[in-house]
């Protein structure tokens, strides 16, 4: 795939080239700054055993994915973050349960979004700037994007899954590939 900054056409890939891209690109993914894979899953055993997330928990995991907000999670009642991650396993909808998720203090839609591919990786995936910029590339998505919400979370699972369906990829696996592929490919500074 060439290294430029912007898609060639608006095609989606092949399936065969779609399993291709996702196998290279994850394979370049330990080699990026993103939140470990081990790390996900070890939050995602946590999660599913206890039911809910504690605010020590959720720090960890926005401090993982953003360092710099992470210090905002602190400052959510105890209760309140076992309460909305022990809600968000029973919402229906991709766009309730990020919405949900982030109405704590510190989580935005791609740090609540690192809960969620934590809790079901066959299901989500972790996204920000760089999983928006390669959908874009490769004709999903249109235009680029800094910031998101949960409107945003579900125009990128959207086509994720659509690759997932097209590979023998989980959309956790698929996100992280798009994340290291932007990386890869990217031309300059992130914003």
């Known amino acids: 795939m060439e290294a430029d900054d912007s898609h060639a056409d608006d095609a989606h890939p092949s399936p065969d080239d779609l399993d291709a891209f996702v196998a290279e690109n994850l394979d370049r993914y330990a080699e990026t700054q993103g939140l470990l894979p081990e790390r996900l899953e070890e939050f995602g055993e946590t999660y599913r055993s206890q039911g809910h997330l504690t605010r020590d928990q959720l720090y960890e995991i926005a401090y993982a994915s953003s360092t710099r907000s992470a210090y905002h999670v602190e400052t959510n009642p105890e209760s309140r973050c076992r309460e909305v991650t ?96 932007d990386d890869h490919v990217r031309e300059g500074t992130l914003h």
């Open 86 to 181: 022990r809600n968000a396993r029973a919402v229906d909808g991709d766009f309730s349960t990020i919405r949900l998720l982030t109405g704590l203090s510190g989580f935005k839609a791609p740090t609540a979004s690192c809960v969620l591919a934590a809790l079901d990786g066959d299901r989500h995936a972790v996204v920000d700037t760089r999983v928006w910029a390669s959908l874009e590339r490769l004709g999903y998505l249109d235009g680029r994007k800094e910031s998101f919400d949960a409107a945003d979370y579900v125009a990128m699972i959207e086509p994720i899954r659509e690759i997932v369906d097209k590979t023998d990829y989980r959309a956790v696996d698929v996100g992280y590939a798009l994340f290291a592929y």
